[in-house]
C-alpha cells in the first residue's frame, strides 16, 4: 500500500504542474497501477484516457532491433556482417552489432537533410540513403571506439532488413511483432493514417502565449514532416498496455530464443576494453539496487515516453507524455522507486 500511495502521489504532483501522460506499473505482467492524466487534445480539451495511442519516438528502436535479430536467427544476416554487403553507403568496416549498439561512429542524417532536401516532399529511407552517398559527411569516429547515439545506423538497420527479406519493413513489423503478441493499436502510421486514429494523443508544445498547441503547427519541428516515411528510428505508435504485452513476451521465446535475448542485453566491449552500457536497442544498467535493468527513453516534439525492465523481479514501467513536460523525470525517479520497492 505504501509504494502504491508513492506511485499515487507521484502521478498527482506531476498533474498538478501540467504533466499530461499515462503512466503504467506492472509486476509479473500484471497492471499494479495506471493512470491517465491531461489531455489527449489541450486545445479540444479532449480529456486522456489509458487507451490512447502516443508517438513512441526512439522507444521504436527496439521493435527495429528485434527486426533485425529474427531476421539473424532465420539466417538471413550475422551480428558480425559488414554494412556494405547490405547497403551501398559512403562508410565501410561497420558491423551490424555496431549500427546496433551505437558504436559506428556514423554521422548524423538529419543534418544533411535539413541542410538539403527539399521540404516540399516527405523522405524514405532511400532518399536518406542517396543524401548521404551525395554528401558524404565524414564519420564522428572509428567503429567500435566509442558509444555515439545514432539515428542513421537505425534507418541502416530498417534498409539492411528491407534487403534481405525482399519486403517491406512496416508489413514485417506488424506480421512478426505486432499481430503476433496481440498489439492491436501498435504500427508504423503515416501522418495521414495518425491523423484518423480518434484516440490518437497528439504531442503537445507551449505557444508564445504559453498555451499548449499541437507540436505539428512549430515550424521548427516539421521535420517530422518532411522525414515523415523513414523507417528504422523511431515512428512506431503505441499504448501503454500494448507496451505491456511486448514486455511479457521478452520473458518467453515467442518472438527469439532466450541466447539471442541475453546477446541483446549484453553490453558492447569498445576498442579500449571498456564496455558500452547499451545493447539492441536497449539501454543496460546490470548492476542496480533493484538487478538487472533495461531501458529506452523516446523524444519527439512534445513527446517524452520512457518503458523500464527490472527484468529480475519482472517488474515494469511505463510512461508517455504529450506534453514534453519538464516534470517527467522527477516522476520516473520516484517511480521507479515505488515499483522497486513494491
Known sequence: MAQEEKAAKAIENASSKGFSGVLLLAKDGEVIFEKATGYRSFEKEIPLKPTDIFEMASISKQFTAMMVMICAEKGLLGYDDLLQEYLETPYSGITIRQLLTHTNGLPDYQ?????????????????????????????????????????????????????VTGRDFIEISREWIFKPLGM?????????????????????????????????????????????????????????????????????????????????????????????????GWDLDLASEWGSIVSHTGDNPGYKTIIVRFIDQNKTLIILNNNAHEAMDELIKSCMEALGNW
Open 111 to 163: 543534418e544533411v537533410m535539413d541542410k538539403h532536401w527539399d521540404k516540399s516532399k516527405v523522405a524514405d529511407n532511400a532518399a536518406i540513403l542517396e543524401y548521404l552517398s551525395i554528401y558524404q559527411p565524414p564519420i564522428l569516429a572509428q567503429p567500435g571506439e566509442q558509444y555515439e547515439y545514432s539515428n542513421t545506423a537505425y534507418v541502416f538497420l530498417a534498409s539492411i532488413v528491407e534487403k
Open 184 to 280: 492491436s493499436s501498435t504500427d508504423i502510421r503515416t501522418l495521414e493514417e495518425k491523423s484518423q486514429v480518434s484516440h490518437f494523443a497528439a504531442g503537445h508544445l507551449k505557444d508564445d502565449q504559453g498555451n499548449y498547441i499541437n507540436a505539428n503547427k512549430f515550424h521548427a519541428f516539421d521535420y517530422t514532416v518532411w522525414l515523415g516515411n523513414r523507417k528504422g528510428p523511431g515512428r512506431v505508435s503505441s499504448t501503454v498496455s500494448d507496451l505491456l504485452k511486448w514486455d511479457q513476451a521478452l520473458y518467453t521465446e515467442k518472438l527469439i530464443s532466450k541466447a539471442s535475448l541475453e546477446e541483446a542485453f549484453s553490453p558492447m566491449t569498445l576498442q579500449d576494453g571498456s564496455l558500452s552500457q547499451y545493447g539492441f
